[in-house]
């Protein structure tokens, strides 16, 4: 299965935020190739900066290279964000850009997993969305969280 992966996944470990107990679940599902995690370069940006700024210089480079070791990052080129613009659909032009990289990507995502749900609904007819929570339960066969 081929997700694509929110930045709020793995921040939600790294800082150990209210669901980094599913998030982790999914991030060690990737680590472990019993999913295939994609990241676009966008997301991952965001996160890798984000994690540097949460920790000092020498504790950031273990999570953000872990995070590199494990998913795949794909790009986007002008023709995503162009789609993403044009989508009035989307409020958040951010998501948007996320689902057009996933719906333009050579090789089909099963489902995008993000902790904001509500921000994706203009996705759920072409791309199933879902939390970490819900992924776990549905997909990695853990129903006790």
């Not at 472990?32 to 965001?46: A, E, H, P, V």
């Not at 998501?95 to 057009?100: A, G, R």
Request: charge should be neutral.
């Amino acid at each position: 299965m081929r997700v694509l992966i929110d930045a709020n996944v793995p921040l939600d470990v790294w800082l150990k935020r209210k669901h980094h107990v599913p998030s982790g679940q999914v991030m060690e599902a990737v680590g472990n190739k019993r999913i295939q995690g994609y990241m676009t370069s966008s997301l991952t940006l965001f996160a890798l900066t984000t994690c540097a700024k949460a920790f000092d210089e020498n504790e950031y480079r273990e999570p953000a290279n872990g995070l590199l070791d494990i998913i795949t990052v794909i790009g986007q080129d002008k023709e995503v964000f162009r789609a993403a613009v044009k989508d009035a659909k989307w409020a958040d032009m951010e998501d948007s850009f996320q689902y057009h990289t996933a719906l333009g990507f050579h090789q089909r995502i099963d489902a995008i997993i993000t902790g904001n749900t509500e921000h994706y609904q203009p996705a759920e007819k072409h791309i199933r969305v879902v939390t970490p929570s819900d992924f776990v339960r549905s997909h990695l066969g853990n129903r006790k969280r």
